[in-house]
């Protein structure tokens, strides 16, 4: 009988990572045909594979150019940094057995926000600017985990709090520099950046930022069954000889950084962290060796899905955060009524 389940359960493993696979592959191949200047889906898969096959370039050099310096590095990075978001915000909500964390609840946004809009006031370029933003989202989360250490009772609690308290010195910093920006030259940049966008980014941000996503999600995943361990209590979980603070550390460290990560290059995104696990859990139940790859692949797509969005309804494009709070604030209350049992 145990034999039988672990048969039916790999097969259920098995078609599952097969449609996510397809789902994935789909959602980025459709938002490569999307946009104002129109390609072939032919055309558009094959200039695609072009730079790791020896394939004719029988197409016209802007379509090359479009598809390759355009909307690939940008489809790919939707897809990295939304997997990265959601599976950071997975992460959190197993660790702090609560569904409605975020992966900015220990101020990674704030400490991010704040360190774009430093390095926009001092002119900087595209690339310190993201590093400035990764780089003081680390220090507020770095500086949450110590605050919490200060205490000794309720350490999930203690931590959530100290994150609270971090993130709002960090607003507050990130309020004084608006304030002190120019309204006609910095503001505007500022404010846009804090509102989200891939449309300035390159293959070389895509790069940097698969080699912080790589590593972090294959840890994180590799992880994955301890979660389920910490989702059952602190308790239980020494109990059964886990050394919880260490683990809760290093899942955070790493949850942390996927986030920085991705704010770091698409800005402030908010939703895809809190309602792609929902999905994942909806899907495939709330254990977490398979809602967190499922969450993964829905953060990816979600996000994919929101820029196309974001780059094709209007003359313009829209900010990634307003499209995200259109279609995530909806979503996540029908998930809510939906997925309530299922989290319980």
């Known amino acids: 009988m145990s034999s039988l389940s672990v048969n039916d359960s790999g097969r259920r493993g098995r078609a599952g990572s097969f449609v996510l696979t397809l789902a994935v592959l789909g959602t980025g191949l459709a938002a490569g045909l999307i946009g104002r200047f129109d390609v072939a889906p032919w055309d558009v898969f094959r200039i695609a ?9 029988d197409w016209e050099p802007i379509t090359e150019a479009v598809i390759l310096q355009i909307r690939l590095p940008r489809v790919l990075a939707a897809l990295l940094a939304g997997g990265a978001l959601a599976l ?13 964390v975020s992966p900015f609840i220990l101020g990674v946004s704030s400490g991010a926000g704040f360190g774009a809009a430093l390095a926009i006031l001092l002119s900087a370029s595209a690339l310190v600017i993201q590093g400035s933003a990764f780089g003081f989202g680390l220090v507020a989360v770095v500086t949450s985990m110590l605050l919490a250490r200060l205490y000794r009772r309720a350490p999930a609690l203690i931590l959530i709090l100290s994150g609270v308290i971090v993130g709002s010195v960090f607003s507050a910093l990130l309020a004084l520099l608006k304030y002190t920006a120019d309204p006609d030259d910095k503001l505007p940049v500022i404010e846009f950046w804090l509102m989200g966008s891939l449309s300035g980014v390159s293959f070389r941000d895509m790069l940097g930022l698969a080699v912080c996503v790589g590593p972090g999600a294959a840890a994180l995943l590799l992880m994955r069954w301890r979660l389920n361990v910490l989702s059952m209590g602190e308790e239980q979980a020494r109990a059964l000889g886990v050394d919880v603070v260490r683990l809760r550390s290093i899942m955070l460290a790493i949850a942390t950084l996927l986030a920085a990560s991705a ?29 967190m790859p499922v969450s993964f692949a829905l953060g990816g797509c979600l996000l994919t899905v929101v820029d196309t969005l974001a780059r094709s ?27 309530t049992r299922e989290w319980t």
């Open 49 to 57: 594979l072009s730079p790791i096959l020896p394939l004719d370039a």
């Open 88 to 100: 950071s915000g997975a992460c959190y909500q197993g660790i702090f057995r609560n569904p409605l």
């Open 263 to 291: 704010v770091s290059v698409c800005g402030v995104v908010g939703w895809v962290g809190l309602v792609a696990p929902h999905m994942a859990r909806l899907l495939v139940g709330a254990d977490h060796r398979h809602m």
């Open 313 to 339: 309804l209007g003359q313009a494009e829209i900010p990634l955060g307003i499209v995200t709070a259109l279609v995530g604030a909806p979503l996540f209350a029908v998930l809510l009524r939906r997925g």
